[in-house]
């Protein structure tokens, strides 16, 4: 996953760097390792369509919780259609593991939530020893999200 998503952003010409770190998991890791904010990661959460099954991207930045209600508006989903992918889906389904979603590169509906602000934002790759550092604009481009607001 991590030499796909850097094939997508090297063949658009974008600027972006690849940390390579300990492994983590949650954003308080991140924030540990990395040195960070928690207001310049984005995080990325799976949810899942019920009647269809198809997953569905949800991002949002580190230090905010995905309303769920508000996540499915945003997909044109009522609330009750609407869960949280379970580890084994994320990782039978999508080849990555917890803690490292990458927002982009998935082939899945995505949605970024409207708070997002900060000019460079740090990102999963695919797998919880590398981390994404790439221009918001940037990450826009190659994502093209439904932009909503996502946090609770």
Known sequence: MKNKLIAILTDRNLPFEVIDHEAVITTDDVFRVLGIEYVQ??????????????????????????????????????RSQVDLATTQEVQDRLNV??????????QLVT????????????????????????????????????ISDLSA
């Open 111 to 146: 949605a970024f939530d409207s708070s997002i602000d900060s000019e460079t934002v740090y990102c999963g790759l695919g797998q919880r020893t590398s981390s994404l550092k790439i221009k918001f604009s940037d990450l826009l481009l190659v994502a093209d999200p439904i």
């Open 97 to 106: 593991e917890i803690g490292a979603i990458p927002p982009f590169g998935l």
């Open 41 to 78: 990661m984005v995080k990325a959460i799976i949810l899942k369509d019920k009647r269809s099954g198809n997953l569905l991207l949800a991002v949002l930045p580190g230090d905010k919780r995905i309303s769920r209600s508000k996540a499915a508006k945003a997909f044109g989903l009522s």
